[in-house]
């Protein structure tokens, strides 16, 4: 049922002119492949210009039962953008069609009357954050890849970031959308108001539902004032425990940062890897903190965020603070963004996950991963978001070398359960996609795959979407 | 098939023994009303002491077809506590079982690692409020109603309050829930984790539901840091247009207030018919802010908003401003809290509303509405969130005047289409319930009612669960 027919080339050909629609093998190979390095060949590439040609795909698509996977940069990590569906076992055959929203990629509107935003899918986040900023406007979610990743993808994965723990994750700023769904049906649910409880809320069903349930089409986004100024902070400290009892002292003197990265020991190591770092040799952790708000609080804040860091005698001193302004603060910035580039200075290859527990135990679980890392003499860095008690776990190995694969396999499903013992879920931002589908039954019970099928089944009612994918 | 039979009362009575099911019409009246004023009578009302219970009900219910009607302190104002179901006409039959959740209102957890709270659906939010205060914790969801309502109740309609302008409403709280659904299916869902994107959103489907899906019977709340003190401010203007260019210009200084309550001028004369007010005669429309914070940012905060206020020529000066600490603020809050007492003075009935339009039409909004009570005849109050384009609309009238009822019902109706017309919503905290029901085509298309449709069956496919409202 899905293999390419003339009529389908034609029907697509027809829908999608002038070289919008791909088919030859090097353009669909580029366009099968997602940031988890995961790939496979779709049978077709279409690039709509507009919903409507997205709505009549999906009436096609639905009548022929032909698999849709809708992507935009495919920065997704978990292979949420790859064409396969590994239900479909024994078939090498090309399993659908790709949709590419990167067409769609206009600023509709900003209204810095409403605070609202209304774009595309295809809108790259940093592109949206520099014209609403320049208005005076603020979109917070901040996902490490927002220069490179867009909205539509956010919302899809329901993307956190760095400001996810005083902003909230993208699910807080989606206010409405426009959505084609298989059988070419249009949604247009929520609006232009910040708040709305009419109905069952299926803006925020569509957020984080990984492309399963339609392809969006228009998404109204919530803007805030933007803050002032933002100062920026590093504290080094002799261990993670000690880093996580200033993180306790901080939020009990009633502070709630825009920003609270953690770096553990591993990764302050790997970091040394590759530029000498600024901190000295006794610091085994770190803390990069961020404030925002109004100049002259900000001074008290960042005063007052001192003062309690310093206040513990377990801390190593602060040993670097960056004042407002984006400049100053820009080089503890780089720091943090340094951990991608220098992990692969401790091994060629990575696993990578985004585990999330209970905000208490974060000490417990960050230990547990560094001993799964001895255990099996692999470097494994944590670090991360961990005001949300979301740990970025980078599992480092050589696969070229006998056997380490599977030992970086093995640490993988070991941190999985110890993380799920814990209360925690395997994931806090990345989503399920193909990588962590094997494990879901671990975290969801069957009466909620249960119900998951059932609303997915009153989306997409021939499991057009994503297939295999997500839950 | 909901008559009363006797071998209902029986498993009743088995399931909910000691007084815990009744059946006398003088107990059934009491809980076949809510706010709204309207009621029904219930054919029996039930009240669990554990989810056990709850479930066994559910499965029951679902086999005999019998309408079930979740309640804890009935504070809702449009009617979806009550156990009607509006499209069976004709019937003066009982029409179901309310289920009480009053006698489950255990706090079970409060914990200050996690930032994390778990109750059972029948505490009171208040008590909450302070349970978690005490620890330097801090829920921030305030319902006009959280000295008398639930969480249950809040999560079931997705509550605001005054603070949701900074800190969200309602729905960015709920981490995680058990709830029993029909045919007796536990649903647990989510957790103690502050984020997790593992699979559809159930958590954010229940919330806000209106009793439509199943029943909460336990609820995971998110906590943040306690801010360490508060300030308000009220500042007085000469007219609505005046204040809301005040509102623009706080934001367009990059401040987010905890709270940003409005009046306009028929509230503030509401006000003055039961007390003297503190204002000079010129002021007709007025602002009460909050700012919360660390003690020395929150002082330049407050700094900051007088100097915003008192910059634009237009506004009549600030006329009084309390420091921080509760005690000093109250007075402030009290006036607030006044306009429901005081807007009886101006008329003995009353249908009230929370239409909610984008920010930008705010304005237009509230001119358009005080129109439509000068062309009636009518005082409409105006006043309420509009930091979030929240306007409580609270028509006035006395309905024992000839055609003065039908005169109100008109001008509710016109100002339901106007709010439409500027892409409004028809609630944006009470809900729907009975009351709005008969408008919401006006505002869901028939693909959104045909999904949300999709969505209740597959939780509930008799649809026993509070029918007739919301959708």
Request: aromatic fraction near 4%.
């Amino acid at each position: 049922m899905t293999r390419t027919t003339h009529q389908h080339q034609r029907f697509l050909s027809d829908l999608f002119p002038q070289g919008d629609c791909l088919f030859r093998p090097e353009e669909l190979l580029v366009f099968g492949m997602d940031a988890s390095r995961l790939d496979a060949r779709p049978m077709a590439v279409v690039r709509p210009r507009e919903a409507r040609q997205i709505a009549e795909l999906l009436q096609y698509a639905q009548t022929e039962r032909i698999p849709v996977y809708p992507r935009a940069r495919a920065t997704n990590v978990v292979g949420a953008c790859v064409p396969a569906d590994p239900r479909r076992t024994g078939t090498q055959e090309p399993q659908g069609i790709v949709v590419s929203t990167l067409l769609m990629d206009s600023i509709i509107d900003i209204s810095p009357d409403d605070f609202v935003a209304v774009v595309q899918p295809g809108v790259i986040t940093r592109d949206l954050q520099q014209n609403v900023e320049r208005q005076g406007l603020f979109y917070p979610p901040d996902p490490a890849s927002l220069n490179i990743s867009t909205i539509g993808g956010n919302v899809a994965t329901c993307a956190g970031g760095m400001r996810a723990l005083k902003y909230g994750v993208t699910r807080e700023y989606v206010l409405g959308m426009e959505a084609a769904l298989p059988g070419g049906r249009m949604l247009r649910t929520g609006g232009r108001c910040h708040k709305n409880v009419v109905g069952l809320d299926l803006v925020r069903l569509m957020t984080g539902s990984e492309g399963t349930l339609g392809i969006m089409t228009e998404i109204t986004l919530k803007l805030l004032p933007l803050p002032e100024a933002t100062a920026s902070l590093l504290a080094g400290f002799s261990g993670m425990e000690q880093a996580v009892q200033a993180i306790r002292n901080v939020f009990r003197a009633g502070m709630l940062p825009a920003a609270l990265e953690f770096m553990g020991p591993e990764t302050l190591d790997c970091l040394a890897l590759r530029r000498t770092p600024p901190w000295p040799g006794n610091v085994r952790a770190a803390l990069l903190f961020r404030l925002d708000g109004t100049s002259g609080a900000l001074k008290a804040e960042r005063r007052r965020l001192e003062s309690v860091l310093q206040s513990d005698a377990d801390c190593t001193p602060v040993w670097q603070a960056a004042g407002s302004g984006p400049q100053e603060e820009e080089p503890l910035w780089e720091i943090r963004r340094g951990i991608n580039p220098a992990s692969y200075l401790a091994a060629p290859d990575k696993i990578s996950d985004d585990v999330t527990v209970p905000r208490g135990m974060l000490l417990p679980a960050l230990t547990d991963i560094a001993a799964t890392g001895r255990k099996h003499g692999l470097t494994i860095l944590t670090f991360g978001h961990v005001g949300d008690g979301n740990i970025h776990v980078n599992i480092m190995h050589d696969k070229s070398l006998p056997g380490v694969r599977e030992k970086a396999v093995a640490a993988k499903k070991e941190i999985m359960n110890t993380v799920l013992s814990m209360g925690g879920t395997l994931s806090g931002e990345h989503g399920v996609g193909l990588t962590k589908a094997p494990y879901i039954d671990n975290q969801l019970s069957p009466v909620e795959r249960q119900l998951m099928a059932g609303i997915k089944a009153s989306f997409d009612p021939e499991g057009i979407m994503n297939p295999g994918k997500a839950y």
